[in-house]
């Protein structure tokens, strides 16, 4: 509940902010990509690729917060109840691209399986799952350039 209350307080605090020229509200800048075959796309490649590490639902490892017995940290969520939703498309693309830097993650690099039309598919369907409250969150960092 707290976080919900922190998470409005954040994005009502960034709209309308002054100095922003050039940037679009919310509303008139970058909409959920609803295109059913990328949607259908990303579905697929992160059955086939991701949710064997990342679960089926996308919620990730139940302790993903706490390093293993080996210092790594465990899949996170992609649902948008983890820190995914904190990071731009460039550096999510980035991430599966190239897998976690090093001692962070066991995440592999899929630069050499997956093209980038299936990267970007995988990342709008896993963000087809996130709250339009945490997507709004998303894309003000987006714009940002975080």
Known sequence: MISI???AL???GCQGEEGDAGRLPLSESMKRNADPALLAQGERVY???CAGCHA????????WRKRDTEGFFPPP??????HAWHHSTAVLTDLIRNGSPGGKGRMPAWE???SAQEITAVIVWFQSLWSQQVYDA???IQQRGR
């Open 5 to 7: 209350l922190l998470l």
């Open 10 to 12: 954040i994005l009502a």
């Open 47 to 49: 059955r086939q690729h």
């Open 56 to 63: 089926a639902d996308a919620s990730g490892a139940p302790n």
């Open 77 to 82: 969520p992609l649902n948008g109840s983890g």
């Open 112 to 114: 050499d399986k997956l």
């Open 138 to 140: 998303w894309l003000e």
